[in-house]
């Protein structure tokens, strides 16, 4: 089944202490890209991937890191977590940047930080 | 000014009404427009996607753009309760990052 998957789907943790959410991706898409959704703010994009090693920030990426070493995966790392960063994730690829509307979603991770 | 704007709701019908969802939007680039359903803790599906002006049906549902108002429409026509959830409406322009620009969302629910 093509799908996008993320783990952890929930994840309760403590300021400060670094947390790795995966994205994995088995529909050999090029495009990979990280969103969050807030009450009030709607999705918004983190950080993006056009391709292997190629990255670049989205609109909000204050406070996360990401690496694309592989095609298939996509984490999103946060190096130092405040509770500011408290939202609902979702990582999602589509074939190539160019047909970015044709996007697959995961199906989310809830992060709470304390 | 968001460059999406989508009336956040909510928004409650009975079972076979007709419903209307509508955005707006600011930026003279976008030229596709995706409609996007997210049912409670799930990620959004991507329900159809227009590019430039016009219509597109799909079954129950029809997305209009009409580029000339920046105006973006979903009906979903003999409305059911499965049809209840949240819908997001997504524009982008043509560049090499093509990043998706959502609305609010709004979330509908279809009484039986």
């Not at chain 1, 298939?72 to 047909?99: G, H, V």
């Not at chain 2, 009336?7 to 030229?31: H, K, M, R, W």
């Not at chain 2, 997210?38 to 227009?50: A, F, N």
């Not at chain 2, 129950?60 to 819908?87: E, G, N, W």
Request: aromatic share 12%; hydrophobic share 25%; charged share 20%.
């Amino acid at each position: 089944e093509a799908q996008v998957t993320q783990n952890p789907r929930y994840l309760i943790t403590v300021t400060g202490k670094k947390l790795t959410v995966t994205c994995s991706q088995n529909m050999n898409h090029e495009y990979m890209s990280w969103y969050r959704q807030d009450p009030g703010l709607g999705l918004r994009q983190i950080y993006y991937s056009m391709n292997v090693e190629v990255t670049d920030k989205g609109d909000v990426p204050e406070g996360y890191k990401v690496s694309r070493k592989e095609k298939r995966n996509f984490p999103l790392i946060l190096e130092s977590p405040s509770p500011n960063q408290t939202s609902l994730y979702f990582c999602a690829s589509s074939r190539r940047a160019q047909i970015s509307y044709e996007q697959y979603f995961g199906p989310g991770t809830r992060l709470t930080v304390t | 000014q968001k460059e999406v704007e989508q009336d956040p709701g909510p928004l409650s019908v009975p079972e076979g009404a007709i419903v209307s969802l509508n955005c707006t939007y600011s930026n003279s680039a976008f030229q596709y427009f995706m409609w996007y359903r997210q049912y409670s803790r799930k990620g959004p599906e991507l329900l159809m996607y227009t590019y430039s002006s016009g219509n597109k049906e799909d079954g129950r549902f029809t997305a209009q753009v009409d580029k000339s108002s920046k105006y973006i429409s979903l009906f979903i026509r003999d409305s059911q309760p499965s049809d209840s959830a949240t819908y997001l409406c997504a524009s982008t322009d043509t560049g090499a990052n093509s990043k998706l620009t959502f609305g609010k969302g709004i979330t509908l629910s279809v009484r039986p």
